[in-house]
C-alpha cells in the first residue's frame, strides 16, 4: 500500500516556466510533509517542509500548497531554473511518539531547459 | 564537519558474498538510518537506530543487519547478497526524530550484485 502518492514521473519545463509537482496522502495522521530535492549523484537534501495547519508555505521560488480535506499537498517552483533541474521526492510523517519512519512519493524528475 | 559519509561510493558483488556498508557521522546526531532507492520507487527505509546500541526495522528490513555500537557510526551488513538488493543506499541522520528535525543524506552507495 503506497501511503503517498506522487505525480507526475516526469516534468519538463522551459526557462522561466512554473514546475508543479502533487502529492497526495492516505494517512490522516500524517502531519509533516517535507519536501527533498536530489541531484544527480547526491543525496537527497530536505528543500522545504509544511503542516497541515497552514495552507502555503513559501521559500523564495518553492511554494508548497496543502490541502488538508482533499489529503494533498503540491510544489511549486516559480521562474523555473536549469538549476533546478533535479528528481523532487515528497513526503510524510506523524509527529509525536515514538514514530521514527518518513514515508516518501516515488519521485519526480524535472528537467528545465534553458 | 565531514556530514554524514559513506563508503565505498560503488560495489559489486556476486550472489552470495557478503558485504558491510560503512556511514559515518559527526554532526553527534542520536538519530541514524538506511534508505534504498530503486528507479521508480522511491526512497524505502531498511533500518533506523535511535542511539547507540538501539536499531530497529523500517519498510523493508529483510537480508539487511544493522548495528550501532557507536553514536558515529551505523554499518548495513548484506549477509547473502542477492540480484534483488542492487541499489542505490542512502545513509541519513538527524539530531532528533525525522518528523522535527532535518535528516542529512550521504552521498550514497551503488551496489550490484550479479
Known amino acids: 500500500q503506497q501511503q503517498v502518492k506522487q505525480s507526475p514521473q516526469s516534468l519538463i519545463v522551459q526557462k522561466g516556466g512554473i514546475s508543479i509537482i502533487n502529492c497526495a496522502y492516505e494517512n490522516t495522521a500524517f502531519d509533516y510533509f517535507p519536501w527533498y530535492q536530489q541531484f544527480p549523484g547526491k543525496g537527497p537534501a530536505l528543500l522545504i517542509a509544511i503542516r497541515p495547519d497552514v495552507s502555503e508555505k513559501k521559500e523564495g521560488r518553492f511554494t508548497i500548497s496543502f490541502n488538508k480535506s482533499a489529503k494533498q499537498f503540491s510544489l511549486h517552483i516559480m521562474d523555473s531554473q536549469p538549476g533546478d533541474s533535479a528528481t523532487y521526492f515528497c513526503a510524510a510523517i506523524r509527529r509525536g511518539g515514538s514514530n521514527y519512519k518518513l514515508t516518501f512519493g516515488k519521485g519526480t524528475l524535472l528537467t528545465v531547459n534553458p | 564537519n565531514a556530514g554524514v559519509t559513506q563508503t565505498p561510493k560503488f560495489q559489486v558483488l556476486k550472489t552470495g558474498q557478503s558485504m558491510t556498508l560503512q556511514c559515518a557521522q559527526d554532526m553527534n546526531h542520536e538519530y541514524m538510518s538506511w534508505y534504498r532507492q530503486d528507479p521508480g520507487m522511491g526512497l524505502r527505509l531498511i533500518h533506523y537506530?535511535?542511539?547507540?546500541?538501539?536499531?530497529d526495522q523500517g519498510e523493508v528490513p529483510n537480508g539487511y543487519n544493522v548495528s550501532r555500537s557507536t553514536t558515529e557510526d551505523f554499518p548495513l551488513r548484506l549477509l547473502s547478497a542477492a540480484p534483488s538488493q542492487t541499489s542505490v543506499y542512502f545513509c541519513a541522520s538527524s539530531y532528533g526524530q525525522p518528523s522535527y528535525n532535518e535528516q542529512f543524506f550521504g552521498p550514497g552507495t551503488r551496489l550490484t550484485v550479479l
Open positions: 537506530s535511535v542511539g547507540a546500541g538501539i536499531t
